[in-house]
């Protein structure tokens, strides 16, 4: 009689099942090119009969019956199909033993990386430092407290509890996750921030700028990014008349918010960053576009010309465009437009810095223009927002919302609307819930009720859709999917504003003429860094770094993390193509184009970023546009080779595009990037310098467990 049960490693008891053995058998076999399924059948009805023998009707530890595997495998000969089987196990235990020394209780079977991020930045941690969550348990914690918002809208303790539950689900599943702040803050006792993105206004006295400078310090001890629009300071060498004095100009105040900020540590969680913006007919225009090339200099800012469409005018037909004192109103200079867009061209070409926002584009999508201009954006850019206003952002896992339909995967519709509804009220309860760092966010931010709902994992779900990034089909599918979660998103708010109230600058905005809409905005595509860790998917709407590669998070993390693609394993393992061999020389690598040994239909479905031209990259940041009521976090990453022409004609195109922002980076421009092939590392590296396997970490050394190579620290 075979096993009635098998006992799992964490002391579950389970059902025996003979499906689970013959699934685990043949994973095997076409991990070694063999696709027989005959020959599992019969391996599978061996394993089952020698259970049978040992344990007649008992339970069976799941360790024992992989044993007897193995032990089948190699008695018929079939020593690679065993040896697949063995490393496979001691990859799993290697995983195990990684979450082991990480002190957390993994309740919901996530990734290590996922882990780290969670142990590092997010679980609650007693005084004395100890973890006193588990992941489950912070994504119930987050769900219960923004679920008790609907009490103010008249619901029971059970209809809490259901809301509750609902928002618990889409989290736990990893289909849904709110901004940073809120799964840091939500549910404690701390009175702390749930927001992601706050722009704080620059007045031109000293009163002013350090009041900005003290709002900045609050927002950021919550978690938040901080924006700023300088070009209401008067220019460098302007007389002030209090003091006869000189002015400092704008370059010289950010040094002082940029140096704030690096001695707060947000929260306790990570280091502060802002977006510093200055109009391109400000009279410190080139000492700005200029102020990053050492840099050392304001380390703590992202740079962003907000540049007109008369000015972009003047660049196309070769004119020189005026520099207005923002103080008087005065022309006092004319530049050659063309020579000053070659020169934000050079300094981005330099270091990435300063990009551009298409402000006439912002302000022309601004849902509340009789209530103000929008001048500035979070640091990231993909939030426009008025002054002191914040928005509180999530981000829907694409990757999870597919179903498989015979052997293809296809777009779940009916699970993504019932994820983004249930989204749209979570965002909207974070407003009613939040803790603000001063009276004026509070009441610019309940005056609108701006959430920003967008999306991560585009590119595994292009995978899983066999879609190249860089093609028509993929900028197609990035426009229908966009609308239909724009569309679904306000339907949505407009029921919420039926229940619960428009939004109090309703009578002043694009939606006056509606029935009812509760929120000003629905959507925005944020950059998802760590939310998309914990999700296991690719970040926002960019493609695959690289199939494997670090991402250089020490500072914050305590290490870095080395990532490998795993739809692309699945895939060579679907195909019966996985060898080691092949997921060695894909290490590291910018692109696998050339890997001959990889299908040319699987190359090009697993495209990463270098191997996608600034046209695409554009294309699908503007298909989303279109459909997205803020803007779109995108970087367009460019091959080390990129000439300052190339970015001066992406720049233009991105305008020409109807795009609100534009970030460029080119490869190796700075010392330290975020995202790096960790074949480039050449120090502090996890990766073993004699047969390139991963390092274990064990009592303060790293360990290579194929070599025996040890380093300590």
Known sequence: MEPSKVRKRDGRVVPFSKNKIINAIYRAFLSVEKDDKEAVKKIADRVVKELEKKYDGEIVHVEEIQDIVEQILIKNKLVDVAKS?????QKRKEIREAKYILGVKDDLKLPVNSLKVLRAR????????????????????????????????????????????????????????PNSPTLFNAGTRKKLSLSACFVLPVGDSMEEIFNAVKNMAIVQKSGGGTGFNFSRLRPKGDIVKSTIGQASGPTSFMRVFDITTEVIKQGGKRRGANMGILRIDHPDILEFISCKESGKILTNFNLSVAVTDKFMEAVEKNEDYALINPKNKEVVK????????????????????????????INHHNPTPDVGEIEATNPCGEQPLLPYESCNLGSINLSKMVKKVEDKYEIDWKKLKETVETAVHFLDNVIDINSFPIK?????????????????????????LEIPYNSEEAEKL????????????RNKSKELGK?????????????KNEEAMRNATVTTIAPTGTIGIIANCSSGIEPIFAISYMRNVANSLGENLIE??????????????????????????????????????IRRIFVSAHDISPEWHLRIQAAFQRYTDNAVSKTINLPNSATIQDIEKIYMLAWKMKCKGITIYRDKSREEQVISFYSEQKKNSDICPNCNEKLVREEGCKTCKSCGYSVCE
């Open 85 to 89: 089987c063995i490393l496979y196990r």
């Open 334 to 361: 004319r530049l050659d437009a063309r020579k000053v867009f070659s020169l934000i061209a050079t300094f981005a070409w330099k270091n990435g810095d300063p990009g551009l926002i298409f402000i006439d584009e």
């Open 564 to 601: 490998t693609n795993q739809l692309f394993e699945n895939v060579l393992k679907e195909k019966g193509l996985y060898k080691q061999d092949i997921i060695k020389k894909v290490a590291g690598k910018a692109s696998i184009q050339d890997v001959e040994e990889i299908p040319k239909e």
């Open 122 to 177: 997010y679980l609650l941690r007693n005084e004395k430092g100890e973890i006193i969550e588990t992941p489950g348990q912070l994504f119930r914690r987050v769900a219960n407290a923004v679920a008790e918002a609907d009490k103010k809208y008249g619901a029971n303790d059970e209809e809490v509890k259901r809301t509750a539950k609902k928002f618990y689900k889409i989290m736990s599943k990893l289909e849904f996750l």
């Open 478 to 489: 990035a426009e229908e999917i966009m609308k239909f979660i724009i569309d679904t998103a």
């Open 440 to 464: 004026e966010i509070e009441k610019a931010t309940k005056a609108n009720r701006k959430i920003g709902l967008g999306v991560m994992g585009f590119a595994d779900l292009l995978i899983l």
């Open 499 to 511: 229940v619960r109230g428009n939004f109090p600058n309703f009578k002043k905005s694009i939606w």
